[in-house]
C-alpha cells in the first residue's frame, strides 16, 4: 500500500470540524447529561456543562480558595480534568456535583455535590458518599455555602434515602468546618490523606 493510499483511505481527523460538531452536539442537550436542576432561596443549581471550563480556572486557581483544599492553585489542566470527573460521576453513578449560580445576578458562586473518589485514605471511607463544597472567594462569609449544602442534602436524602455520609475537611478550615457543623455533620476522627491530617465529619441523611 502506497502512502498515498494510506491518506486517501485513513484521512486525518479534522480536529475544527469536530469540535464545531461537538459544540453543536452539547448546544442541543445542555451538557448531554441528565441533571436535576433546582433551587433554593438565592441560588440555582445545575450541572456543568463544557462552557463551565473558564468558571472551573476562575475558582480553582483562586490561592484563598485552594488554600485548604491541596494546598495550592490548580492549573488549567487539572481544572479541565476536575470538570470531566464531575461528568463522570454523573454518568456513572447517578450523582455528582451542580455548579452554584446567584440567582438575582446568575452569576457562577461556586459547586457543590456528592462525590465518590476512591480516596486512598486511612481510616478508609469505602460506600460512604462525600458532600463537598467550594465558592468563588468574593461570596465567603454570605452564607452561601450553607445553603447550598442544605440543598444538596436534601436531594441526597431523596435519592439515596437514609443512609450515612461524610465530609473532609483540612483542620485548619474553621469556615468549612461551620457549615458542616451548620448542616448537622459531627466530627467523627482525624484522618491521614497524601500526607496530612484531616477531619472526617459525618451524618445521616
Known amino acids: ?6 491518506r486517501t483511505r485513513h484521512a486525518p481527523l479534522d480536529y475544527i470540524q469536530l469540535h464545531r460538531r461537538l459544540r453543536r452536539m452539547h448546544s442541543f442537550t445542555h451538557g448531554v447529561l441528565n441533571v436535576p436542576v433546582f433551587e433554593t432561596e438565592r ?33 488549567a489542566e487539572e ?18 456535583y451542580w ?6 445576578s446568575g452569576e457562577f458562586i461556586g459547586e457543590a455535590g456528592f462525590s465518590d473518589y476512591r480516596r486512598d485514605i486511612k481510616p478508609a471511607l469505602r460506600g460512604v458518599a462525600e458532600v463537598g ?11 452561601y455555602a450553607t445553603e447550598a449544602v442544605r440543598a444538596v442534602l436534601g436531594w441526597g436524602h431523596e435519592h439515596f434515602g437514609p443512609s450515612l455520609v461524610t465530609c473532609l475537611i483540612d483542620p485548619d478550615h ?5 457549615v458542616a457543623e451548620k448542616c448537622g ?5 482525624i484522618a491521614i490523606y497524601k500526607g496530612h491530617s484531616s477531619l472526617i465529619f459525618d451524618r445521616e441523611l
Not at 455548579?99 to 438575582?104: A, S
Not at 455533620?185 to 476522627?189: A, L, S
Open 1 to 6: 500500500m502506497t502512502t498515498e493510499s494510506f
Open 43 to 75: 441560588l440555582l443549581l445545575r450541572g456543568h456543562t463544557i462552557h463551565d471550563a473558564p468558571n472551573e480556572i476562575a475558582l480553582w486557581s483562586d490561592p484563598e480558595v485552594t488554600r485548604y483544599v491541596g494546598g495550592q492553585p490548580n492549573t
Open 79 to 96: 481544572c479541565w480534568s476536575r470538570l470531566l470527573r464531575y461528568a463522570g460521576h454523573w454518568s456513572l453513578l447517578g450523582f455528582g
Open 99 to 104: 455548579i452554584l449560580e446567584e440567582k438575582h
Open 133 to 143: 463544597w467550594a465558592l468563588v472567594s468574593s461570596k465567603h462569609g454570605l452564607g
Open 174 to 178: 474553621k469556615a468549612s468546618i461551620h
Open 185 to 189: 455533620f459531627r466530627k467523627r476522627e
